[in-house]
């Protein structure tokens, strides 16, 4: 079952990181990626190794 997870994420993660994805794609896929693995107490560590080209992005809100 962690397998059929981790295999989604990192689908998700792929998508995420796709320039030919629009901007809108990429964000869903890796809001969707990153609230999975917290649904299933998973980190980005638990995926398999040589996935070491997935870039993790995140969200960064600033106020002046």
Do not use: W
């Not at 980190?43 to 002046?64: A, C, H, W, Y």
């Amino acid at each position: 079952m962690t397998d059929k997870i981790l295999d989604r994420v990192k689908k998700m993660m792929t998508l995420g990181n796709d320039a030919g994805a629009t901007e809108n794609e990429r964000e869903t896929a890796l809001r969707m990626a990153h609230s999975l693995l917290l649904k299933h107490n998973l980190s980005m560590s638990d995926l398999p190794s040589g996935d070491e080209n997935i870039e993790v992005r995140e969200k960064q809100n600033f106020t002046i």
